[in-house]
Structure formats: structure tokens, C-alpha cells
């Protein structure tokens, strides 16, 4: 399974996969989702409703897209903490990472249940001013992948009728 970031679908939505230019790409990501492949969380959603545009609606319109943080989520919490405190990040970049973040609950939530998140942020190790989603991923065993590996890996062809 793949757990989507909120910049993979604003990214898409504002540059490469508009929604008057490749509805095919939303249409995949709901088929995806239904299937079983795809998903995001309710932090995301909560992300995207708060605009006021296509992927507010989109997202509106798609709740079961975006899963609830669970028990098995917040077990994850502390280690996730942990090794956050352990590097030199600054105590503004701490506090907006263990706040309930969403990137926090995403890794949390894709360690709980063994999904790859998909994301456009690199790894940037030496990093002190954000808590970065593929560092993180790393560092507690969650893979970390970007849009047009996760369409690749699942065989996604967007085809004109």
C-alpha cells in the first residue's frame, strides 16, 4: 500500500496532473484507492478541505481515501519522538514535527502497517530546520518513494480514450 503525502496530490492538482488536464490520474488514484492500493490519512484531508479550490472538493468528495490515525499508529509515537530529539533539530522544527503534524502521523502510520509513503521531499540528513518525512521514514524503517515511482510500481497507465 502506499500512503500519500498532502504535496503529491497538491503537486499533481497544481502542475503535472491538473484536473482539467489528466482526469485519468484522479480517476486512477480513486480506483487505487478502492482496490486497496492507495491512501492518505485524516490529517491530509483535514489539510486539503481547509482550501477552497478543485482539491478541496476532491478530497471532499473522497473521505474514505483518507484513513483515521489508529491504535497501531500511535505506537509509534515515542520511537518517532525519539530519534527526533536525537538529532540537532531546532526546537521550532521539534515542535512542529511532534505536534501532531501531519508528516509525524503519516510516518507513524505507514510504520504501523507496513505501507511505502510517497512523497516529493528528499532526504536532506544534516537538516535542522524541519523534521523531513524521508529522513524520518528512514530512520525508523518506513521506504519512502515519489509519484511517478508508485505509478510505475503498480503498472498505472494513463491512456486517452
Request: aromatic content about 12%; hydrophobic content about 45%; charged content about 20%.
Amino acid at each position: 500500500m502506499y500512503l500519500l503525502d498532502a504535496n503529491i496530490l497538491i503537486e499533481a492538482k497544481n502542475r503535472y496532473y491538473g484536473f482539467d488536464l489528466a482526469p485519468g490520474f484522479w480517476d486512477w488514484i480513486e480506483k487505487s484507492s478502492s482496490q486497496g492500493a492507495t491512501a492518505s490519512i485524516e490529517p491530509v484531508h483535514t489539510e486539503l478541505v481547509a482550501g477552497n479550490d478543485e482539491l478541496a472538493n476532491w478530497a471532499r468528495n473522497n473521505t474514505a481515501f483518507f484513513a483515521p490515525i489508529d491504535q497501531a499508529a500511535t505506537a509509534h509515537f515515542a520511537p518517532l519522538i525519539q530519534w527526533a530529539n536525537s538529532r540537532n533539530y531546532t526546537s521550532g522544527a521539534l515542535a512542529r514535527f511532534s505536534s501532531n503534524d501531519a508528516d509525524f502521523l503519516l510516518i507513524a502510520y505507514a510504520k504501523a502497517h507496513g505501507y511505502t509513503v510517497v512523497t516529493h521531499e528528499r532526504p536532506q540528513p544534516e537538516a535542522r530546520k524541519r523534521v523531513l518525512i524521508p529522513d524520518a521514514c528512514h530512520a525508523i524503517g518506513v521506504k519512502t518513494i515519489d509519484t511517478f515511482a508508485m505509478l510505475r510500481a503498480t503498472g498505472a497507465q494513463l491512456i486517452l480514450a
